[in-house]
């Protein structure tokens, strides 16, 4: 009797399928990782060894962040995607500084260009990039007012303010 099995992963298992995955010329076995291949899990640590304290928040964040940036701009409603995303509106610093969520921006940026320091000191060289060493990057900030000015966060900073989205009242420095 033949039971069938389900674990998600494209490759076959013998079965009489008519799609073969065939690994890479060079490459070990149908598991050997790909280029771009992606680890979110904790490696396994020799015995005796303590698992680290890091918050687990924050483990790949960079692709959480990039998602993030996928996302949002597509959403259909940008209040509900940050509040997915862990994004507070109302949120408070560590010293108990209240801030308020009042923008989420992202900008394109392209590096053309670099610049490199004369030997000696005396001045830059600047040299256009060529094509295949331009890099495009997209940049996310989260920007809140906390009564006197606006504070510029990144994605890891925002997420890290303690929620306090229910309170309403902005407190006007100096009054």
């Not at 396994?44 to 918050?55: I, W």
């Not at 560590?94 to 260009?113: A, I, P, S």
């Not at 830059?124 to 906390?146: E, I």
């Amino acid at each position: 009797m033949h039971r069938g099995h389900d674990h998600h992963h494209g490759h076959d298992h013998g079965h009489a399928h008519s799609h073969v995955h065939h690994p890479e010329p060079g490459r070990v076995g149908h598991n050997a990782p790909g280029p771009k291949s992606v680890q979110w899990q904790t490696p396994h640590l020799p015995h005796g060894h303590a698992h680290s304290a890091e918050d687990p928040r924050t483990v790949d964040l960079d692709l959480v962040e990039t998602a993030f940036l996928e996302g949002f701009g597509r959403a259909p409603d940008p209040v509900s995607f940050l509040r997915l995303a862990g994004i507070p509106f109302v949120g408070e610093t560590g010293d108990g500084q209240r801030l308020h969520l009042l923008r989420v921006q992202t900008e394109d940026v392209v590096d053309v260009g670099a610049v490199m320091p004369l030997v000696g000191g005396d001045g830059v060289r600047y040299d256009p990039l060529p094509a295949k060493m331009t890099s495009r990057r997209r940049r996310l900030s989260f920007l809140y007012h906390d009564g006197r000015e606006v504070i510029r966060l990144g994605f890891m900073e925002a997420r890290s303010l303690h929620d306090r989205s229910d309170a309403a009242r902005i407190e006007i420095a100096g009054h």
